[in-house]
């Protein structure tokens, strides 16, 4: 037996969610896939003095397509993503099954959630990298309802977000579909945390790279937007020239001292040659095209 | 005072009441509670998945799910696999591939591969080497891991066809 003695509660709805948040107060965490958690527990990192067991919460498990958003319940398992194969998914949001393959391993992915990794709010997560890739909103449900904050404002930091205390996370909406995308990262070792981790998403008509987003991970507390480097891709060629381009400007964009760990050289040269990678593996995948002009 | 529940577990088809207090992990339960100690525990933490269990048919690490939270719910583990003294054809594939050599890791892969299996897959040796990377062992090099569950994959297919037929 591990972790300190805690209070166990089972939560059926999302309401009864929020009422023993209230009752509980500020010591109590939910409990959902527990894939970070228990181990933070384990070790005794965490030591929360009640758990709210959100897994019997029935109707938070779903993909489903509106429109031009993708919205994911908190509780769906990073797994059910990994295998989704639906055009709700395919068709503009393709990098979301692709890149949950990165989480963890496979006993992590059937277990671990996608709610859950975006409250936890780790700045190597996918969840956290695909949402800003994705300019997704995180639908929150409190004592006075529901409200909806942009991933933008989510994340506020290492292991933190905007959430207020008493509020969950019930849903999360991926938006902005784009046909070009990938999210690669590296680590020592396959499952491991990422030391660094790249994300790119982007549209080609006629020609040109439209919509780009660039996301980084692993180089601050939060996943990191880089605006120069989308600036230089929008509007150019689909070419290796245009991704080297933006992988230099990514790179450089890395400040030092913001990583949790490692050198800071080598983070950059990581960061660079990843969104290269991501660059070429989105364009590929994405479009009939082939391999991109100008590799040998 | 302890925080302490009464569950209703399912393990191999056998159910069990059982008063929890609700910090023991659902390896722990297994292993002091019911006396199931072919569920082993390495780390503890999620990281080497020695303790790993089927639970609603799905790969989980004991050691990251409490007790409690199993409650009403199936668990399988190793202990499930073999028919008496007639090991399954997946632990005899372990045997024959030297799958193994201490046996420490082997209960953990086993349920791993056991669930991998359920999913019926085409199981080519680089999926394999993939999922099997979510558990550590440090004696086999994994090689005969890889062959025997590739193995077992094609066998079950095999079976499976021949059922539709």
Same mark, same amino acid.
């Given at each position: ?6 209070? !166990? ?66 509780? #769906? ?28 391993? !496979? ?5 671990? #959630?996608?709610?859950?990794?975006? %409250? ?66 590296? /680590? ?5 945390? /990422? ?19 660039? @996301? ?12 120069? %480097? ?28 913001? +990583? ?37 | ?36 100690? &072919? ?18 048919? +799905? ?48 209960? &953990? ?6 669930? !991998? ?5 085409? %199981? ?6 993939? @999922? ?9 090099? !994994?090689? &005969?891991?890889? +062959? ?13 066809? #021949?059922?539709?037929?």
């Amino acid at each position: 037996m591990k972790p300190a003695p805690f209070e !166990y509660h089972r939560a059926y709805t999302p309401q009864e969610v929020v009422e023993l948040l209230r009752e509980l107060g500020e010591d109590a965490k939910i409990l959902a896939g527990g894939q970070s958690l228990v181990p933070m527990m384990n070790f005794r990192l965490a030591h929360p003095a009640a758990l709210i067991d959100i897994n019997p919460v029935s109707g938070l498990d779903y993909i489903r397509r509106e429109g031009d958003e993708l919205r994911v319940g908190a509780l #769906t398992r990073h797994r059910s993503v990994e295998i989704s194969r639906g055009a709700e998914v395919r068709d503009g949001f393709a990098v979301l099954p692709r890149a949950a393959r990165w989480i963890g391993h !496979y006993p992590i992915r059937s277990r671990g #959630t996608v709610g859950g990794s975006i %409250a936890h709010s780790d700045p190597t997560a996918e969840w956290c990298l695909l949402a800003r890739l994705h300019d997704a909103e995180i639908v929150v449900l409190g004592e006075h309802g529901t409200r909806t904050v942009p991933s933008e404002e989510w994340f506020t930091g290492f292991l933190t977000t905007a959430a207020l205390p008493g509020e969950m996370v019930i849903e999360t909406r991926f938006r902005r579909p784009r046909r070009c995308a990938a999210l690669l990262e590296y /680590a020592r070792r396959r499952g491991d945390f /990422a030391i660094a981790a790249a994300g790119v998403a982007f549209d080609v008509v006629d020609d040109r790279c439209q919509d780009v987003t660039i @996301v980084l991970g692993g180089v601050a507390g939060r996943p990191l937007r880089v605006p120069e %480097a989308e600036a230089h891709v929008q509007g150019a060629e689909p070419a290796e020239s245009t991704w080297a381009e933006a992988a230099r400007i990514a790179a450089a964009s890395v400040e030092p001292g913001a +990583e949790a760990d490692g050198d800071h050289d080598y983070r950059r040269h990581l960061v660079g040659t990843l969104t290269r990678r991501a660059f070429r593996e989105a364009y590929e995948t994405g479009t009939d095209a082939g391999p991109v002009r100008g590799v040998a | 005072m302890k925080d302490q529940h009464l569950v209703t577990l399912n393990v191999n088809g056998s159910e069990h009441e059982l008063v929890l207090e609700s910090r023991r992990t659902l390896a722990d339960t297994l292993r002091q509670d019911l006396g199931l100690t &072919g569920t082993h525990l390495g780390c503890e933490h999620g990281i080497c998945g020695a303790c790993t269990v089927l639970l609603d048919g +799905e790969p989980v690490r004991a050691c990251l799910v409490f007790g409690v939270q199993a409650d009403g719910h199936e668990v399988r583990t190793v202990e499930g696999l073999a028919r008496g003294d007639e090991l399954n054809d997946l632990q005899q594939a372990f045997s024959r591939h030297h799958g193994l050599q201490c046996g420490f890791c082997t209960p &953990g892969f086993l349920m791993l591969a056991e669930a !991998y299996l359920s999913t019926g897959p085409e %199981a080519d040796p680089d999926e394999v080497r993939e @999922v099997v990377s979510a558990n550590l062992c440090r004696c086999t090099g !994994y090689q &005969g891991i890889v +062959e025997a569950v590739t193995e077992v994959a094609a066998e079950r297919r095999g079976e499976a066809k #021949t059922a539709h037929d």
